[in-house]
């Protein structure tokens, strides 16, 4: 089946620093990739996906590039908020897959 | 209008118990989980209905029984209860199986006392 390894957190950053959150995946054939964010007392929504090599998925400031020779799916945002605090999930797709979402890595952003 | 709700929010009770959780989409989506959240934020699926069949069925205790009367409702029904089941628990769906493209409600906490 499908599934990511995802870097361990948490990740700690101050204010408009740069994120980078590590996803790299193992599938067979090519799996739409997911973001999905779980802000504290909520549950997860999606963030962004891409559904093809090549294909950047963007959205409130967040991007991750599918990179089909690498095979990763990595996040970034340019400058992090205080209220990106949160955790974050990455989960291929595909096939008769269930959506498996692990342990996430948690992000908190210092003021 | 919220797409997939789950009630109760919050849920204390005592050991021994049976209690269950609600969970109604408004997405006309055939695929129906239900997935456990503990404290560490590890997200595991319990349980996976397609169109009012049970598809997933993790290594979940049989005190734990989903039911879903309408491919819209998937119920989680949980008798005896106990300390560890203490967690988060949340419904999701997606238009069908295949994708991770979920949808989730915003969880159940349940406390054991």
């Known amino acids: 089946g499908n599934s990511v390894t995802q870097m361990e957190g948490p990740v700690t950053l101050s204010e408009e620093a740069f994120l980078t959150i590590n996803c790299t995946y193992t599938?067979?054939?090519?799996?739409?990739l997911f973001w999905y964010v779980q802000y504290p007392g909520e549950g997860l929504q999606l963030l962004l996906k891409a559904t093809k090599a090549d294909d950047k998925g963007s959205n409130k400031g967040f991007e991750a590039t599918y990179r089909k020779e690498t095979t990763s799916f990595h996040l970034e945002k340019g400058s992090v908020q205080v209220s990106d605090s949160a955790v974050y999930f990455c989960?291929?797709?595909?096939?008769?897959?269930?959506?498996?979402f692990g342990r996430g890595t948690s992000l908190i952003v210092h003021p | 209008d919220t797409a997939v709700s789950q009630t109760p929010k919050y849920l204390v009770t005592q050991m021994g118990n049976d209690k269950s959780i609600k969970c109604e989409q408004n997405l006309g989506h055939d695929t129906m989980y239900w997935y456990k959240q503990d404290s560490k934020k590890f997200l595991k699926i319990m349980f996976s209905y397609n169109n009012k069949e049970l598809i997933i069925n993790e290594t979940v205790p049989n005190r734990f029984s989903p039911k879903s009367p309408d491919k819209a409702h998937l119920n989680l029904h949980i008798n005896s209860l106990e300390l560890g089941d203490s967690a988060v628990y949340f419904c999701?769906?997606?238009?069908?199986?295949?994708?991770?493209?979920?949808?989730f409600g915003q969880g159940t906490r349940l406390t054991v006392v």
């Open positions: 999701a769906s997606s238009l069908n199986m295949g994708t991770a493209e979920a949808f």
């Open positions: 599938a067979t054939g090519y799996p739409s």
């Open positions: 989960v291929p797709s595909g096939g008769s897959y269930i959506p498996t």
